[in-house]
């Protein structure tokens, strides 16, 4: 019974002397910290969460908070931090594997796509490209954002599964072959024949105009010179080179602007593919 | 021996009273520790603080007794960190759980002063009428015509607004400001009309006398010169000259005065707004 009663009083001394510092009370201790930061990153307030996990020790942390650390960085784009903390996770962790498709979205992101494709060659076999891996994929989606020569459709398509494919084959296919409009070609139609360069870049109506009214001028100034009237007459002739010349122009801007619009639909299309994806990166179990 | 047995589970059944109350009362410390120093850091302006803290409050209130309390303080750092969406979301979830009828209804109208402030006033609009139509709040319609009145105020209708204020106090003093709003601003249409009539009128209108001047004459210039053409029969001349020069002067004058009444409108109303901030003492979003 006694043993009983000494045990009562030193937890309750215990606690009391837990109480008279509230900033370190219960509450803000370590299992707690954790609890409540698992709690903030679950409801997704993953700036918040970082820093509660970042209030742990760093040699208590273990490396499931650093890799949570690391994922509430990225959700805020803290980029260069969180790629730091996602690379520091030791080679023998279970969730090494798991950082690494997470640095590449991170290259993503920054828009560094050489970079990325740089760090997949030093940590991965290129060899393990046909493989159906997050980073794999990535690799190859990272080829549709820049400039450089993208791989043949065959090699490009093989890690995706089958429902991502069709969308990934169009895409290579935009990328590789896109239907753009060659501005050349449109001012040398509307050259031969005015309003054509429009029509070929698709503005029907706008170049139907374009012949209607550089057709019209010609032929008000051949109609005055004919009659001698060779005040107006120039003055038609002016205006007909005008609408001819300003026609070219418009045909070569039209076609810049068609191009322009693909290439921004197809970003689009791009961007919300992967997002709806996420970045190919299978959903964690942290959160059920 | 019974009796000792007896004694003997009277003592435990004793010790477990105390140790379970021990920890219902520390229990109840730690979370009132907790409640003061999120409250102290909600009082030093240190909202994104005190919004963690109060969110770790909530989170370790196992029973969800203070669920409305901290919902509340959460959507109130929010609304003063000027993250009004988030502030709205908290207060709706602290709506779900209020205590009682009066602290629905305010939790209700601070829903619509956020809103107010996010500049969604037609959302606005629509929770006052809703709050208009519930009986449970029959009580209460002068607060609801009072929000009303500022619902008007950040639409800019400053002669509504002196309208619903004087339903609740015709000796208001938010009423008398907004009426001189009201009165001191230009209609956008009025100095339109005057202008299409005679040009330049409606910027004599707005006290703009210059621009006025200068629009008359360039209009009755270009106009003379016009008639001028075609009473000496060179109707292509006349023509170019109406439409190229006299309706642009025309069109012109009109977004003139138009612009001229806004700007002057706008000025005024902001200069009232940045006012009402400051010098304002009674409630406001």
């Not at chain 1, 080179?241 to 299309?269: H, P, T, V």
């Not at chain 2, 908290?90 to 629905?104: F, G, M, R």
Request: proline residues 2%; contains cysteine.
């Amino acid at each position: 019974m006694t043993k009983l009663t000494l045990i009562v009083l030193s937890v309750t001394s215990f606690v009391y002397a837990q109480t008279i510092d509230s900033n370190s009370s219960v509450l803000h201790r370590k299992e707690n910290i954790i609890k409540f930061a698992d709690h903030l990153f679950c409801e997704k307030d993953y700036l918040r969460s970082a820093n509660e996990y970042l209030r742990i020790d760093e040699a208590l942390r273990g490396d499931v908070i650093d890799f949570k650390i690391a994922l509430s960085l990225s959700a805020i784009g803290d980029y260069s931090i969180a790629k730091n903390t996602f690379g520091q996770i030791n080679e023998s962790s279970a969730y090494y594997s798991l950082s690494k498709p997470e640095i590449m979205k991170i290259f993503f992101l920054e828009e560094e796509y050489s970079e990325l494709r740089k760090y997949y060659s030093a940590h991965n076999n290129l060899s393990l490209l046909q493989s159906e891996s997050p980073e794999s994929k990535l690799y190859f989606v990272s080829y549709l954002k820049d400039n450089e020569n993208i791989p043949s459709l065959q090699d490009f398509t093989r890690p995706f599964n089958l429902d991502e494919r069709e969308e990934v084959n169009f895409l290579h296919q935009m990328k590789a072959d896109p239907p753009s409009k060659s501005p050349i070609t449109a001012s040398i139609l509307s050259a031969l024949i005015p309003g054509a360069g429009k029509i070929y870049t698709g503005e029907i109506s706008d170049g139907v105009i374009a012949l209607i009214t550089t057709g019209l001028f010609a032929f008000l100034a051949y109609d005055n010179f004919q009659a001698d009237h060779n005040f107006r007459a120039w003055l038609f002739t002016g205006l007909a080179a005008m609408f001819y010349a300003g026609n070219i122009y418009g045909s070569y801007s039209s076609a810049q602007l068609y191009n322009a619009r693909i290439k921004f639909e197809f970003n689009l299309r791009l961007d919300s593919f992967l997002k709806s994806k996420n970045y190919f990166i299978p959903p964690y179990e942290f959160c059920e | 021996m019974a009796l000792t047995s007896t004694t003997l589970t009277f003592r435990k059944l004793l010790i477990i009273v105390f140790v379970l109350a021990n920890n219902y009362v520390f229990a109840q410390t730690y979370l009132q520790a907790q409640y003061n120093y999120a409250t102290q850091l909600y009082n030093d302006e240190q909202y994104f603080d005190a919004i963690t803290e109060f969110k770790r409050f909530q989170f370790f209130d196992s029973l969800n007794q203070y669920s409305y309390f901290t919902n509340k303080s959460i959507a109130m750092s929010y609304k003063q960190g000027g993250k009004f969406d988030e502030a709205i979301y908290y207060y709706s979830l602290a709506e779900l759980n209020t205590p009682n009828i009066d602290s629905l209804f305010n939790t209700k109208i601070e829903i619509i002063k956020t809103n107010l402030l996010r500049r969604t006033i037609y959302r606005a609009f629509d929770l006052l009428n809703d709050l208009n139509n519930d009986e449970r709040f029959n009580s209460k319609k002068d607060q609801i015509t009072y929000w009303k009145g500022w619902a008007y105020i950040f639409n800019n209708e400053w002669e509504k607004a002196s309208e619903e204020f004087a339903k609740v106090d015709i000796n208001n003093q938010l009423k008398q400001i907004c009426a001189n709003v009201a009165e001191s601003q230009y209609s956008e249409s009025t100095a339109k009309i005057l202008s299409y009539i005679l040009p330049g009128a409606g910027q004599f209108y707005t006290g703009n006398y210059i621009s006025g001047i200068l629009s008359f004459s360039w209009v009755a210039l270009w106009t003379y010169i016009a008639v001028e053409a075609f009473l000496a029969d060179r109707i292509f001349d006349g023509l170019l000259v109406t439409n190229f020069l006299v309706f642009r002067f025309y069109n012109g004058n009109i977004q003139n005065a138009e612009n001229f009444a806004n700007e002057y409108n706008s000025e005024i109303s902001n200069w009232t707004l940045n006012y009402l901030q400051h010098n304002y003492r009674g409630p406001k979003p």
